[in-house]
C-alpha cells in the first residue's frame, strides 16, 4: 500500500478532477471527457509497450490508429450489393494480383544471392505490377464510385458487430506493424521516428484517396453502435422509471403534475445521452483493465525482463542469446495492435469515420506527450499519462480564458489585444501541451509516475 | 511546332514549379541537415520555426505597407525578410539558450533532445497561431506575372502559353546566392571549417581549440536565416498557413535524409530530388503525348502515374526506399 501511495494519489486527483467537471460543467461533459481519456490511455500502453519496454520509437500512431478506424468501418457497414457486382471482380482480381507480386518478390529475395541485378529486377517487377493494378482496378473504381455517390459510393463491409472490429483494428494495425518494422526497425532512432512519421501519413493519403474503401474524405457515418440509441431509450418505460427513482427527491418537490412531467422529460433526455456514454464507458473500462492486466503481467514477466535487457543493452542483450531483432519486431507489433484496437474504440464511439480528421498533431505527438508526461515505462504512469493530458487539451481553452479575463482585468471589453487573445483561445491548448512537456521533460525526465523495476 | 509545344507544356507544369518547390525544400532541408549535422537531433519544429519566421516577415511586410513603402515591381516583402531574420534568430538562439542547452551539455541521447523539440514544436506552433492566426494570409505585392501565357502566346505563336511568376524567379535566384554563400562560408572561412569539424568529430574539434558555443550560435543564426527565407519565399510563392508549413516539415525531412543527413550539399540536390519526383510522377502527361504522338496514337487516358492526391507519399516512399538500400544517403552524409 505504501509504495503505491503516489499512484494512488494521482489517480485520485485524477478522478476528482473529472468529477469536478461533472458538478461544474455537466455530466455529459465529464462523461465524454472520460470516455476519451481511456481511449487515450489504451493509445499510450500502445506507446508505452514501445518506447517504455524496448525503447522503440514509434511516430506512426496517426497511421495504427487510422487502420483501427478503418477496421471499425469495413467490420459495421453493410455490404453494398450494387458496388460488389460493379467493380468487384476487378478489385478481388487486384488482390490477387499483389498477393502473386508479393509471393513472387519473396520468392526472389529467398532464391537469389544478393546483387544489382536482383534488386532492378524487383524493382522493375514493383513498377510493372502496379501499372498492372493500375489497369485491372481502373474500371472496377470508377464503377465502385460511380454507384450512388452521395450515399454509398464504396464496397462497405461485412455488416457484423462493431465490437468484432475491435478484434480486427489490432489486426490490421499488427500486420502494418510487421510490414513497417521489417522495412524499418533496423534504422537508428531518430531515422526509425521520421520513416515511421512518413509511413503513417502514407496510410492516411491511401485511407483518404482510396474512395472505393473508404470513401475517403467524404466519410463513413452512422455507423452502428453497440450501445442503445438516445431516442430509442427516451421511449423505454424501464429506462423512465429509472430516470424517475433516481431524480425522485427533486421531482417530488414539484407538486404540479404537468411541471413535473416537463421535468421527468427533460431529466430522461439528458439521463439518456449519459446513459450511453456510461455503455461507452463500461466497454472501454473493460479493454483497458484486460490489456492493463495483460502488459502489467509481461513486464515481470521473463519476457519483461529480457525487453528492458534489450533496451538498456542491445549489445549485451544479443551477446546472451536473445534475438534482438525478433524481439523489437514483435514488440512493435504488439504495441501498433494495441493501438489499432483504440483507433477501432475511437471511431466507434463516434460513429463516424473521418479520414480527413488524422492528423499527426492529435493522433502522434500528443500520444507522445502523455507517454513522456505520464511515465515511460510504467503502464500506470502511461494511462495516467493519457488522463491527464486528455484533460488538459479538453479544458485548455476554459483555462486559457481564465487566464486572459484574469490578466487583461484592466483593460476595456473593446480592447483590440484582449478581443485578439479571447479569440485565439484554442491554440493555448498547444502552449499548454509544449509547455508541460518542456517542463516535464526538464525537471521530471521519468515522468510524473516513474519506471520502477521490483525484482520479485 | 508540337515538339516545340510539348516542351513549352513540360516546362510550365513540371520544370519550373519543381524548380522553385526544389528550392524552397531546399533551403528548409539545408536547415534540417546543419542542425542535425553540427547539434545532434532531429529538429522537429522545423516547419513550425519556419513559420514563425514567415510571420514576423509577414507583420513586417504589413506594417511597411501601411506606412506606403514598396519596392515597386517587387513585392514589398523583401525588405521585411531581414526584420524577420532578426526576431528568428532571437527566438532561436532563446530557445536554444532554454531548452536545447541543458541536454547539450547534459549529452543527452539524440532521442530525447527530438522529443524536446517536439515541445519546441507545441510552442512555437501555438505562438504563431496566437499572434497570427491559423488561417491564409497572402502578403505578396508587387508585379505578379514576369512573363504572363497570353503574351507569351502572342509573341511566339505557339499554341501553349509560359506563365512565369516573379515569386518563381525571386525563389530561384534568392536561393542561388544564398547556397553559394552559404558553401562558400563552410567551405573556406575559418568559422565554417571549424563547423565542419566540430560535425565530424566533436572531441577533436574541442581538443584543437574550437569554441563549441561559438559554433553553435553561428549554427543557429545559420538557420534562423535559411528558415526565414525558405519560408518566406514558400509563403510569397504560395501562401501563409501554419498547417501547411507544419506538413511541410516532413517533405524536408525526406530531402534531407535522401540526400544524406549532415550533409549540405545533398541536403541541398536532395530538395530536387524530392521536387522534381513528385512533381514528374503526379503529372498527367495526356497533353504531352498528345502533341509529341499522331493523332491515332493519341492516348484516351490522363497518362498519369500516380494521382495528385499522393503526392507527398511520392516523397516518402522515395525515403523509405532510399533508407532501405542507402541509409546514408545518395550522396553519403554521416554514416549513422
Not at chain 1, 226 to 234: K, M, R, T
Not at chain 2, 21 to 37: C, D, E, H, K, P
Not at chain 2, 136 to 153: S, V
Not at chain 2, 267 to 291: D, H, R
Amino acid at each position: 500500500m505504501r509504495k503505491n501511495l503516489n499512484v494512488i494519489t494521482a489517480y485520485s486527483i485524477m478522478m476528482v478532477l473529472i468529477i469536478l467537471v461533472g458538478i461544474f460543467q455537466s455530466w455529459n461533459i465529464a462523461l465524454s471527457i472520460f470516455n476519451m481519456c481511456l481511449i487515450s490511455a489504451v493509445m499510450t500502453m500502445g506507446a508505452n509497450i514501445q518506447w517504455g519496454y524496448a525503447g522503440l520509437i514509434n511516430f506512426g500512431i496517426m497511421g495504427y490508429t487510422a487502420l483501427g478506424g478503418l477496421a471499425a468501418v469495413i467490420i459495421s457497414v453493410d455490404p453494398v450489393q450494387e458496388a460488389w457486382s460493379a467493380g468487384g471482380f476487378d478489385i478481388l482480381m487486384c488482390l490477387w494480383l499483389i498477393i502473386a507480386l508479393v509471393l513472387i518478390i519473396r520468392f526472389i529475395l529467398k532464391n537469389f544471392q544478393k546483387s544489382k541485378v536482383r534488386n532492378y529486377s524487383i524493382a522493375a517487377l514493383i513498377v510493372s505490377g502496379i501499372i498492372l493494378i493500375r489497369f485491372t482496378a481502373e474500371p472496377g473504381i470508377e464503377a465502385i464510385e460511380d454507384i450512388n455517390p452521395a450515399k454509398t459510393g464504396f464496397l462497405g463491409g461485412f455488416g457484423l458487430p462493431i465490437i468484432f472490429s475491435w478484434i480486427v483494428g489490432a489486426f490490421f494495425a499488427g500486420g502494418l506493424a510487421f510490414i513497417v518494422g521489417k522495412v524499418a526497425l533496423g534504422l537508428r532512432a531518430d531515422y526509425l521516428a521520421i520513416a515511421t512519421l512518413l509511413i503513417s501519413e502514407i496510410v492516411i493519403a491511401i485511407i483518404k484517396h482510396e474512395d472505393w474503401l473508404t470513401r475517403g474524405v467524404k466519410n463513413v457515418i452512422g455507423l452502428k453502435r453497440p450501445a442503445p440509441y438516445e431516442v430509442d431509450l427516451q421511449s423505454t418505460d424501464w429506462f423512465i422509471s429509472l430516470v424517475e427513482k433516481f431524480n425522485s427527491g427533486k421531482l417530488n418537490l414539484i407538486s404540479n403534475f404537468s411541471d413535473r412531467q416537463a421535468e421527468l422529460n427533460q431529466l430522461v433526455i439528458e439521463g439518456s445521452s449519459v446513459f450511453v456514454k456510461l455503455c461507452y464507458s463500461g466497454l472501454f473500462l473493460i479493454v483497458v483493465i484486460i490489456l492493463l492486466i495483460f502488459t502489467q503481467k509481461a513486464l515481470y514477466s521473463p519476457w519483461g525482463r529480457m525487453m528492458r535487457a534489450i533496451r538498456d543493452n542491445e549489445e549485451a542483450a544479443n551477446a546472451m542469446g536473445k534475438n534482438v531483432v525478433k524481439q523489437h519486431l514483435l514488440i512493435f507489433i504488439l504495441g501498433s495492435a494495441i493501438v489499432g484496437i483504440a483507433g477501432a474504440m475511437l471511431v466507434t464511439q463516434d460513429g463516424l469515420f473521418t479520414p480527413g480528421s488524422y492528423r499527426p498533431m492529435r493522433y502522434t505527438f500528443l500520444i507522445w506527450v502523455m507517454v513522456i508526461v505520464g511515465g515511460s515505462g510504467n503502464n500506470f504512469g502511461a494511462i495516467l499519462g493519457g488522463f491527464a493530458v486528455w484533460f488538459l487539451w479538453i479544458e485548455a481553452a476554459p483555462i486559457a480564458l481564465f487566464l486572459i479575463n484574469f490578466f487583461t482585468a484592466g483593460m476595456s471589453e473593446s480592447h483590440a489585444l484582449k478581443i485578439h487573445l479571447i479569440e485565439s483561445v484554442p491554440y493555448f491548448r498547444f502552449l499548454m501541451m509544449g509547455l508541460g512537456l518542456l517542463l516535464i521533460m526538464r525537471y521530471r525526465p521519468k515522468g510524473i509516475l516513474p519506471e520502477k523495476i521490483e525484482i520479485k | 511546332m508540337d515538339i516545340l509545344n510539348a516542351l513549352i507544356l513540360l516546362l510550365n507544369y513540371i520544370f519550373i514549379p519543381a524548380l522553385t518547390y526544389g528550392s524552397q525544400l531546399a533551403l528548409g532541408a539545408i536547415f534540417v541537415t546543419l542542425i542535425y549535422g553540427i547539434l545532434r537531433f532531429a529538429n522537429f519544429a522545423t516547419g513550425d520555426m519556419m513559420s514563425f519566421g514567415t510571420m514576423v516577415t509577414i507583420l513586417f511586410t504589413w506594417y511597411f505597407q501601411s506606412l506606403g513603402i514598396s519596392l515597386g515591381v517587387l513585392p514589398t516583402a523583401l525588405i521585411a525578410i531581414p526584420f524577420g531574420i532578426l526576431f528568428m534568430i532571437i527566438y532561436m538562439l532563446s530557445i536554444d539558450k532554454f531548452v536545447f542547452k541543458y541536454y547539450r551539455v547534459n549529452k543527452s541521447p539524440p532521442v530525447q533532445l527530438a522529443m524536446v523539440s517536439i515541445g519546441v514544436m507545441f510552442v512555437t506552433q501555438a505562438m504563431v497561431r496566437i499572434i497570427i492566426g491559423p488561417s491564409d494570409q497572402r502578403f505578396f505585392d508587387g508585379e505578379k506575372f514576369i512573363i504572363k501565357a497570353r503574351e507569351f502566346k502572342e509573341m511566339t505563336g505557339l499554341n501553349e502559353g509560359l506563365a512565369l511568376k516573379s515569386t518563381q524567379v525571386i525563389t530561384v535566384l534568392v536561393t542561388i546566392v544564398l547556397v553559394s554563400l552559404l558553401f562558400w562560408f563552410l567551405n573556406k572561412t575559418k568559422t565554417g571549417k571549424s563547423m565542419k569539424a566540430y560535425s565530424d568529430n566533436e572531441d577533436l574539434a574541442l581538443l584543437s581549440g574550437i569554441d563549441p558555443k561559438k559554433i553553435v550560435i553561428t549554427t543557429w543564426i545559420i538557420a534562423g536565416i535559411l528558415a526565414t527565407i525558405g519560408g518566406a519565399l514558400y509563403g510569397l510563392d504560395k501562401s501563409f498557413k501554419p498547417f501547411t508549413y507544419f506538413n511541410n516539415m516532413l517533405p524536408i525531412f525526406a530531402a534531407a535524409i535522401v540526400g544524406g543527413i549532415g550533409n549540405p550539399f545533398g541536403a541541398f540536390l536532395g530538395g530536387y530530388v524530392i521536387a522534381f519526383s513528385e512533381i514528374f510522377l503526379t503529372y498527367a502527361y495526356k497533353k504531352f503525348f498528345m502533341y509529341i504522338l499522331p493523332e491515332s496514337m493519341e492516348p484516351e487516358s490522363l497518362v498519369q502515374l500516380l494521382s495528385t492526391d499522393y503526392k507527398f507519399a511520392v516523397s516518402f516512399s522515395i525515403l523509405v526506399i532510399v533508407l532501405l538500400y542507402r541509409p546514408s544517403g545518395i550522396f553519403k552524409g554521416k554514416v549513422l
